[in-house]
């Protein structure tokens, strides 16, 4: 039970809501609803998440698989699947384990893993007016008018491999996750 408590504060960090989110004011960045086949490959990755946010550290394992049908993404605890989300270019879900509450804001995790992971190229075609993203070698901003509201730093390549921290300056989160190939 401890592991699923673990879990779940875990999970809720990463959405950086205790809550399912409302919908989007002009200043939040709504879901860009990205195909997976705009990512332009098929990847298979473990990985090991820590989420920092409010104060409070959790790690987690995943296992992310993208390919140009469907992205899934299953976390992981003891090595049990106790949470997976799935999404084939429509409405992504969640299939969580029987007592794990429906809290996970599937919209933020997908949006999260698209802006750091699809091509910049298909990330600025989905934002909405105000909103840029600058890319340089190794590292992401994305911008609401003028302002930097998300950072990412790559510290392998392809970006999807080695290290990469995701700070949410917006909504006060930082992921920083460790991705090795699963192939």
Not at 24 to 46: C, H, I, K, N
Not at 62 to 74: F, N, R
Not at 147 to 169: A, C, K, M, S
């Amino acid at each position: 039970m401890r592991c699923l408590s673990l879990l779940l504060a875990l999970l809720l960090a990463s959405c950086a809501a205790l809550r399912p989110a409302p919908p989007p004011t002009p200043q939040e960045l709504p879901p860009l609803w990205l195909s997976p086949a705009a990512f332009g490959s098929s990847v298979q990755l473990a990985q090991r998440l820590l989420v920092e946010a409010g104060g409070t550290r959790h790690g987690l394992d995943a296992l992310l698989e993208i390919d140009p049908q469907q992205v899934q993404l299953a976390g992981l605890v003891g090595g049990r699947r106790v949470v997976t989300l799935r999404y084939d270019g429509g409405t992504p879900t969640v299939d969580r384990i029987a007592g794990l509450p429906a809290v996970i804001d599937e919209h933020r995790v997908l949006r999260d893993l698209q802006l750091t992971y699809w091509p910049a190229e298909a990330v600025r075609g989905a934002l909405p007016a105000g909103w840029t993203l600058a890319e340089e070698p190794g590292a992401r901003r994305l911008y609401r008018e003028g302002q930097v509201t998300i950072e990412i730093r790559y510290g392998g390549q392809p970006r999807w491999l080695g290290h990469t921290e995701f700070d949410n300056l917006q909504q006060h989160y930082r992921l920083l996750i460790d991705s090795v190939s699963a192939e």
